[in-house]
């Protein structure tokens, strides 16, 4: 081999080496593991969520902070949890101390969750909180479907206390037509309510519709535990249509006593005697009659004392129970009680009868 050669082939085989050290791959540096700290490893949202949800909550923005707590329920569950229940016991607490709150955060707990029935049970309080019992009442009954048997029991004895209050409330305010919507609503989730039917029934009667009232006592069930109501209200309706006067008495020593109203704008209490030919006034009631009743003149009358004479009048009107009379007369007498007579003048015009075992007086057309 020439000089020449050997310098070629070793021009050839420098510059090889030369372009194999050139394009080799330059080797990376080793991180030690001690240098490397385990937020730049793993980057954990858990802590900003929760700080966001309570900062969001504490803020009263309730929707948002339900937004970022589903968020943490995704990477932490646990701590969802105790977060939400803290949420609830905030809840509890405000129901009894600020109702604008409390409504705001259920509403916003119901628009995520609207089956949730401890949610549910939490809305009827707050309902009652608010005095809004007809509502309470009808958020029981669309609750009562989703509880299970136990609390089905405990929803029912509430929804009985519940609708007992209202009715003796509404009852003792006569309220008779809300009584009539309230339980006609009640009656769409318990139908046979023996309760609800007889207020129902009651309601009708006391507004004088007979027939409504018998129509809603044909709805009670066979076995119900007010047998006795509805006979006593049965024999009230019965009384009502015979077109009768039933007029109640007060027991007076062997006699009774009874209340009339003179020129319908006083009020007096009478002795029931039969033995009276003419109703009888005390003067000082006839007095503050007005108009001044018209005098007759004078009469003699046979007493117990013997005979005495007494003044006559005519007044105005003259009312016992739903009877009235115009143009009836009367006896002025002086009675240091203040007590007059009812006497046949008055019930000669009816057919009558004292009954003694319901302390009534029966009038009925002649």
């Known amino acids: 081999m020439s000089h020449y050669t050997k310098l070629i082939t070793l021009l050839l085989i420098g510059s090889i080496s030369l372009n194999a050290y050139l394009l080799w791959p330059e080797k990376q540096p080793t991180v030690s593991a001690q240098n490397t700290k385990p937020a730049d490893l793993v980057k954990t949202p858990k802590s900003n969520l929760l700080n966001q949800a309570q900062q969001q909550f504490k803020l009263h923005k309730f929707g948002d902070a339900l937004k970022t707590y589903q968020q943490l329920k995704q990477h932490s569950p646990t701590l969802a949890r105790t977060l939400y229940a803290s949420w609830l016991l905030q809840l509890k607490t405000w129901l009894n101390t600020n109702l604008f709150l409390s409504e705001s955060l259920l509403n916003a707990l119901l628009d995520q969750d609207p089956y949730n029935t401890e949610l549910l049970t939490l809305q009827v309080d707050y309902l009652i909180n608010r005095g809004q019992i007809q509502n309470a009442i009808i958020a029981l009954f669309e609750l009562y479907p989703l509880l299970n048997e136990q609390q089905q029991s405990a929803a029912n004895a509430r929804l009985e206390n519940l609708t007992k209050n209202e009715l003796h409330s509404l009852s003792e305010q006569q309220n008779w037509q809300t009584i009539i919507e309230q339980t006609q609503i009640w009656l769409d989730y318990q139908n046979d309510n023996s309760h609800?039917?007889?207020?129902?029934?009651?309601?009708?009667?006391?507004?004088?519709?007979?027939?409504?009232?018998?129509?809603?006592?044909?709805?009670?069930?066979?076995?119900?535990?007010?047998?006795?109501?509805?006979?006593?209200?049965?024999?009230?309706?019965?009384?009502?249509?015979?077109?009768?006067?039933?007029?109640?008495?007060?027991?007076?020593?062997?006699?009774?006593?009874?209340?009339?109203?003179?020129?319908?704008?006083?009020?007096?209490?009478?002795?029931?005697?039969?033995?009276?030919?003419?109703?009888?006034?005390?003067?000082?009631?006839?007095?503050?009659?007005?108009?001044?009743?018209?005098?007759?003149?004078?009469?003699?009358?046979?007493?117990?004392?013997?005979?005495?004479?007494?003044?006559?009048?005519?007044?105005?009107?003259?009312?016992?129970?739903?009877?009235?009379?115009?143009?009836?007369?009367?006896?002025?007498?002086?009675?240091?009680?203040?007590?007059?007579?009812?006497?046949?003048?008055?019930?000669?015009?009816?057919?009558?009868?004292i009954n003694q075992q319901t302390d009534e007086l029966e009038l009925s057309a002649k």
Request: charged share 15%; no cysteine.
């Open 196 to 353: 609800f039917l007889y207020a129902l029934a009651h309601a009708y009667y006391q507004l004088e519709d007979f027939i409504s009232a018998l129509t809603t006592i044909e709805r009670m069930p066979s076995q119900h535990p007010l047998q006795n109501e509805v006979a006593d209200l049965q024999a009230m309706i019965d009384k009502a249509q015979s077109q009768d006067d039933f007029i109640t008495l007060t027991p007076y020593g062997a006699h009774y006593t009874i209340n009339a109203e003179l020129n319908e704008s006083i009020q007096t209490e009478l002795m029931l005697d039969t033995g009276a030919s003419v109703t009888s006034l005390s003067s000082d009631i006839i007095e503050q009659l007005s108009p001044r009743p018209l005098y007759l003149g004078d009469v003699t009358v046979n007493t117990a004392n013997g005979q005495i004479s007494v003044k006559r009048y005519q007044i105005e009107s003259f009312k016992v129970g739903m009877q009235i009379i115009y143009g009836f007369e009367v006896l002025g007498i002086e009675n240091i009680r203040g007590q007059g007579l009812l006497g046949m003048n008055f019930l000669s015009r009816y057919k009558f009868n």
